[in-house]
Nanobody, 113 residues
Framework: QVQLVESGGGLVQAGGSLRLSCAAS????????MAWFRQAPGKDREFVAR???????NYAESVKGRFTISRDNAKNTLYLQMNSLKPEDTAVYYC???????WGQGTQVTVSS
């Protein structure tokens, strides 16, 4: 069993920054890949970024160069640093243990123009 709790969302102006956190508990955090997804109103949930246990990262093209995913295995925490935010980044952001059905409750990010 894995529990995931996201935090750090909020309202920010275009061009601003936010850092999301995902606190994990339960099964060993540092043995698997973790990811961030997002879902905008009326749209399907989409992949944002992934990090594996050795720190290798992958990003959606839409966020490459602006977002940075990282993890602190000692704290069992996943992060998403989001810079140069755009209105189209507005969505509920979810963390996920890659390849599983373990999801957090989500945190709302709203970017105003």
């Amino acid at each position: 069993q894995v529990q995931l709790v996201e935090s750090g969302g909020g309202l920010v102006q275009a061009g601003g920054s936010l850092r999301l956190s995902c606190a994990a508990s339960g099964r060993t955090f540092n043995s698997g890949a973790m990811a961030w997804f997002r879902q905008a109103p009326g749209k399907d949930r989409e992949f944002v970024a992934r990090i594996n246990s050795s720190g290798t990262t992958n990003y959606a093209e839409s966020v490459k160069g602006r977002f940075t995913i990282s993890r602190d295995n000692a704290k069992n925490t996943l992060y998403l640093q989001m810079n140069s935010l755009k209105p189209e980044d507005t969505a509920v952001y979810y963390c996920n243990r890659w390849g599983t059905s373990y999801w957090g409750q989500g945190t709302q990010v709203t970017v105003s123009s």
